[in-house]
């Protein structure tokens, strides 16, 4: 089964909108850097370098350097961590 506490700290990561609201934007565009990600929200690019980096300690998301800039990914194999964690509910695993 997957680990509890990793499941947990990735939740914990998803508990604020911003990042959900970041997580779908690289589902949707495979890689960006933190400038396009800090253009399409009206915050500061401190605050979205603060919610990428948990975003990355949480291993939901890859960092990169590339030249200049910096490049962030998804980590699909963390996401199908959530999802088999939500499965098991599903499944019934912790009926009693």
């Given at each position: ?31 960006c ?45 963390q ?18």
């Open positions: 089964g997957v680990d509890d506490d990793l499941a947990a700290r990735i939740y914990a990561a998803l508990g604020h909108p911003v990042r959900i609201h970041i997580l779908r934007q690289l589902i949707l565009e495979d890689a850097c933190c400038k396009d990600i800090v253009g399409r929200l009206d915050l500061a690019q401190s605050t979205v370098s603060q919610h990428l980096k948990v975003l990355v300690q949480a291993g939901l998301i890859d960092y990169r350097p590339d030249r200049q800039t910096s490049r962030y990914s998804v980590n699909w194999q996401l199908s961590i959530i999802r088999s964690h939500l499965a098991a509910f599903r499944n019934g695993c912790c009926e009693k």
